[in-house]
């Protein structure tokens, strides 16, 4: 009887425990949001072409943005030692071999690329253009990014594995035709389609394509024009929104991208020089007043509060205008929204990577929303792979009686937030692209100066 009333005991003592555990394991911690974040980029990369799906579970096509995420993602399991070198260089030596095996050329079928760029999506078989998607500047750029923070931080001179991706990544960067993408008003096209030519839409301050502008004026192979980035501040516009001056662009996202690979810290253009000012600066401040808006919620949705904010491109609960507690509501799916002084597009969804990719301009405001939306909303918005896209507490039916939590990640919103808080707390990506002679000759071209620019020979 005593053992049969021991193991009883035991048995409760042990289950306790464990229960115990897996409530501790729900609580916030940024150690383990940043490892379920790298083992999106780890786990899901393809395992015979090793791209990154644009997103899971739901599995359509693999994203070349997304994969520039993931190369740059091996560098950070690296450095917290999820992985060891040798694993990473492995992975992203046959990242890097797949991608110069792509087929390019202009047909609009068969192929994957065309004058060294990429495809913006490409099928998950046979990894060729899917369907009739753009031949894409902007995600050929941010892929471009990743490639060359793989080429700086592989710097072994003795590693076989090591010098054979700095070869295959100088050889994927020198073969884009950065000048072909220029229109003739000295701006670039946002992309080019087989069927139809150049893409009308072009690139213009200021939005999260300063790195491919600079990545651009940087080439030694195809440079657009020393005047571009001239061009590209012609248009920048400045303004005042919720108490914070800056260059105005709504989606967060804008105000991120080009700083995961860049440290803008006091360097300079003539722009920034005039203003007083620098790009990072101008982050923070954009951040600031997306989240005073957020907190402010002239549009009264449910859940905004100073803990919980952050409008960027996300996907969101469904296209279509609906009568909520008695208000009308027009909700959006996948959409970029944002708040600025040039127009604010909110429908009640918050993405975490709002905050967690500003986790450089913003540690507090960041730390304290990210902890906030895991404690609260673990159970809806958390996973394996630490935060799904974005959720709405606003909208509301039958499916979704306490709002809508989407099921999916993406891949180009899970690495801001990996890569950016491995920034504030190493600046890993920041210190790898200071040795790339790529970026430096791009900013030199484009007139920056001061800070750690000054310093390199």
Sequence with gaps: MF????NILLIAILSGCSQNQKISQINYSRADLKKRTFNFFWELADTNNYQILDRYPTKTFSSIAATGFGLSSYLTGIENKYITREQGADRVLKTLQTL???????????????????YHFLNLDDVKRYKNVELSSIDTG????GVLSCMSYFNDETNETEKQIRNLADSLYLRVDWNWMMKSNGKMSMGWHPEKGFIESEWRGYNEAMILIIMAMGSPTHPIPNNAWHKWCETYPIDTFYGQKNLQFDPLFGHQYSHIWIDFRNIKDSFMMANNDDYFNNSRKATLSNKAYCVANPAQFTGYNDKCWGLTACDGPINKTLTIDGKERKFFDYRARGACSIQIVDDGTIAPTAAGGSFPFTPTESEACLAFMWDTYYKDLVGDYGFKDAFNLTYKDDKHPNGWFDIDYLGIDQGPILLQIQNHETELLWKTMKKNKYIINGLKKAGFNGGWLDKIN
């Design 142 to 145: 941010l892929l471009m990014a």
């Design 100 to 118: 110069w095996a792509l087929p390019q050329g202009p047909d609009e079928k068969g192929v994957s690329g065309n004058k060294g760029f990429f």
């Design 3 to 6: 053992r049969i009333i021991w």
